[in-house]
């Protein structure tokens, strides 16, 4: 193993660098252009685990606000999700 010295170690950083340029054209270039944007790009989701830490809630809380009707939410599969524009909307209604 090699003694790490300042010149090795700018050396490492200076092709890890370039490593992950490359790897961000790779990416680039595999998004195809002229594709409608995803209209989910830039939306934040979570999760019903999520949303009970964040909140600092129970499941059977979160439940009961979804059966209500208060908080809006979206199913995917089998798994619920809520966006963070409802989540905020929600607690600018409900929050003191």
């Known amino acids: 193993m090699e003694l790490l010295t300042r010149n090795n170690f700018e050396d490492w950083m200076r092709k890890l660098t370039e490593r992950l340029d490359r790897q961000d054209e790779l990416l680039l270039s595999l998004q195809p252009s002229g594709k409608a944007p995803n ?11 999520d949303l009970c830490m964040l909140l600092q809630i129970s499941k059977r809380t979160l439940q009961r ?5 208060a908080l809006p939410y979206k199913t995917l599969g089998k798994k619920t999700y809520y966006s963070e524009e409802d989540v905020l909307a929600f607690l600018s209604g409900h929050v003191k």
Do not use: A, E, K, V
């Open 39 to 49: 209209p989910m790009d830039g939306i934040r989701l979570f999760d019903n685990q």
């Open 65 to 69: 606000y979804r059966s209500t009707g």
